[in-house]
Every structure is written in structure tokens, then in C-alpha cells.
């Protein structure tokens, strides 16, 4: 079954403690990228990439890292996570940016 | 300025009532359009996708597309309250970025 794996799918931390939610796609797709979800303000960019050690930043990288090591694989990670990172995020892949976008289930973080 | 603004919404509509959705995007490169539902909980899914100027149609949905006015347009034809969702525009600029619009939140009342 083609689709996005994400997890994990709901996450508590505490401030400042590195984690990492990983994405792993068997679409042979080239283009991955991160999106967090606020209320009232949709879905917005964090970090895409359209090819393996290819990233680009999006609309709000700030306090995000990813990596693209291997096609099928786009871990986002958060090396000193804040409160105001709490959010719901989504992982999503598509062949091209001008193709349809297949998404993980989400992750739902917490940072106290 | 956004990049992509929707009507915020939200919208109800009775059950067998045309809803119209619409949506502006500032990147006059964009070349690619797309609407996706996104029902509370879950994951956006794609609706429909439009590439040229004009309207596409597919089952009770039509996509309009007019380049020229940075419009992108989702009629829902025959409303059911199964179409209650948020419904998100996005738009692929110049720079090759997918980017969401703030998404409008629609009610089909029975």
C-alpha cells in the first residue's frame, strides 16, 4: 500500500529536549516536506526537499533541522524544542511540487 | 501579505446548495493549483488539481482558474453534510514551494 509513515504519532517533551519525528514514504517520490498546523492559520512550510541531499527552507524553519540522506527516508528534527513549537505537523511527499501530495497521519507534539 | 489567502470562513450552507470557495495567490509563476479536504483529525486529502485558465469539473466538484486575476476558485455542487470539512488551496510558486492557504472551514447543515 503506497503511503507516508510518520511517528510518532503524539509526542509530550519537556523543553530543550532534542527529538526527532521521522517520515519514511514507498512512493519512490523525489519532493518531501514538513508542515506544521496551527489553528487559524493553516498549514505553513517548515522545510521541503525535492531530491537526496537537496533541502530548501520554507516559511518557518526557525528551530527545525531535517536531512535527506536517502530518498524514502525526511526526519525532522528539533535539537532545543520551546513551547511555542507545540503543534500538530505533517509530513507529506509528492512526485513533483505540481502533483498531488500524499501526508503522513500527523504528529502531535507537546512542549511543557 | 500571504502568499495564498482563503475566505476564513467559516461557511454553512443547507444540504443541496452550491458552496463556493475561493482563494488569491501573490506569485504570478505559480503554475500549479490544488484543493484539498481535510476533515477534523485527520489528514488533507486531494480534491482536485488545475492547471489552466478555466474551469475542470469532476463529480459535484469544479475547479476555475483564472491566471490573469490570481483567482483560484472549488464549487460544490448538490452540498451534502459529508462535505463538512476545512478546505485548504494551495498553490506551487515560481520558487517550486508548495504553499497552503489559512484554509476555510465549511458546514453543510442538513
Known amino acids: 500500500e503506497a503511503q507516508v509513515t510518520q511517528n510518532p504519532r503524539y509526542l509530550i517533551t519537556v523543553t530543550g529536549k532534542k527529538l526527532t519525528v521521522t517520515c519514511s514514504q514507498n512512493m519512490n517520490h523525489e519532493y518531501m516536506s514538513w508542515y506544521r498546523q496551527d489553528p487559524g492559520l493553516g498549514l505553513r512550510q517548515i522545510y521541503y526537499s525535492m531530491n537526496v541531499e537537496v533541502t530548501d527552507k520554507g516559511d518557518v524553519p526557525e528551530g527545525y533541522k531535517v536531512s535527506r540522506k536517502e530518498k524514502r527516508n525526511f526526519p525532522l528534527i528539533l535539537e532545543s524544542p520551546s513551547p511555542n513549537q507545540t503543534s500538530l505537523y505533517f509530513c507529506?511527499?509528492?512526485?513533483?511540487?505540481?502533483?498531488?501530495?500524499?501526508f503522513g497521519q500527523g504528529t502531535r507534539l507537546t512542549v511543557v | 501579505q500571504k502568499e495564498v489567502e482563503q475566505n476564513s470562513g467559516p461557511l454553512s450552507v443547507p444540504e443541496g446548495a452550491i458552496a463556493s470557495l475561493n482563494c488569491t495567490y501573490s506569485?504570478?509563476?505559480?503554475?500549479?493549483f490544488f484543493w484539498y479536504r481535510q476533515y477534523s483529525g485527520k489528514s488533507p486529502e486531494l480534491i482536485m488539481f488545475i492547471y489552466s485558465n478555466g474551469d475542470k469539473e469532476d463529480g459535484r466538484f469544479t475547479a476555475q482558474l483564472n491566471k490573469a486575476s490570481q483567482y483560484v476558485s472549488l464549487l460544490i455542487r448538490d452540498s451534502q453534510p459529508s462535505d463538512s470539512a476545512t478546505y485548504l488551496c494551495a498553490v506551487t510558486g515560481s520558487a517550486r514551494q508548495l504553499t497552503f492557504g489559512s484554509g476555510t472551514q465549511l458546514t453543510v447543515l442538513p
Open positions: 507529506a511527499s509528492n512526485l513533483s511540487p505540481d502533483t498531488e501530495a500524499f
Open positions: 506569485d504570478r509563476g505559480s503554475q500549479s
